[in-house]
């Protein structure tokens, strides 16, 4: 299978909603896609929540956590809670979806990829295998869900959420780097590695195709950058 590393400049938080998504509607045929982001801004660079979440639930979080004011708040269109964009290494996945399985199988290939590149740079992880939370988490962080991956210590270190579309899956993650004491471009490394070897690829550096850059210039202006997404629910 061909794989991708897809490097951009950075961008604000709009924008890498709208790559992923465009990225996943136009695949490259049998390859796997990988974004590392690079944001735009300083921190807080974003607060990102999941597509089936009421917007003013998302806000009153927001309140209470005291987010700058101006901080982008945008809808993802995978699932899941509320990610804070403070830090943390964000990082999307855009792959061929197995014919056989369910998203738990998805999550589990996932995050074993990332946890054998961990494993390399000394971080160790366990695949959380408790019972999954009785609806949905409001912050993706609360707590973990089965197959996030978790220290030692039982802290997650790892979540996502994720999108299927016509056969294809749209993976976006979050990673906490506090306390590993690894460089944040060794943990970068370490996905990309964990990936490689999961997929038995090497990741080809790219930039986007023009398909995929005027999807996402066209879905930044017309969706993610609008309230009447970001306020649907």
Same mark, same amino acid.
């Given at each position: 299978m061909r794989a991708f590393l897809i490097e951009t400049e950075a961008l604000d938080a709009y924008a890498q909603m709208a790559l992923d998504e465009a990225v996943l509607?136009?695949?490259?045929?049998?390859?796997?896609?990988?974004?590392?982001?690079?944001?735009?801004?300083?921190?807080?660079? %974003?607060? !990102?929540?999941?597509y089936s979440q009421p917007y003013r639930e998302v806000m009153e979080s927001v309140g209470r956590r005291g987010v700058a004011a101006g901080t982008?708040?945008?809808?993802?269109? !995978?699932?899941?809670g509320i990610v804070w964009h403070d830090g943390d290494i964000t990082f999307s996945l855009v792959f061929p979806w197995p014919s056989?399985?369910?998203?738990?199988?998805?999550?589990?290939?996932?995050? %074993?990829?990332?946890? !054998?590149?961990?494993?390399a740079c000394g971080v160790r992880t366990l695949p959380f295998s408790g019972r999954p939370t009785a609806g949905l988490r409001a912050q993706c962080f609360a707590g973990p869900e089965p197959e996030d991956l978790v220290r030692e210590d039982g802290t997650k270190l790892l979540g996502g959420a994720l999108r299927r579309r016509r056969g294809t899956g749209l993976y976006q993650g979050s990673l906490r780097p506090e306390g590993l004491g690894v460089p944040r471009e060794a943990l970068h490394g %370490?996905?990309?590695?964990?990936?490689?070897?999961?997929?038995?690829?090497l990741f080809a550096r790219t930039e986007p195709r023009p398909v995929v850059a005027a999807a996402a210039e066209e879905l930044r202006a017309q969706r993610y950058s609008r309230e009447e997404w970001n306020q649907r629910r």
């Open positions: 509607e136009h695949p490259e045929p049998d390859a796997v896609s990988l974004r590392l982001y690079a944001w735009l801004g300083r921190m807080p660079y %974003a607060v !990102t929540f999941g982008p708040v945008v809808r993802r269109s !995978t699932g899941g056989v399985g369910g998203p738990r199988g998805v999550y589990r290939r996932i995050h %074993a990829g990332v946890r !054998t590149g961990l494993l %370490a996905i990309v590695e964990g990936f490689s070897l999961q997929w038995s690829s």
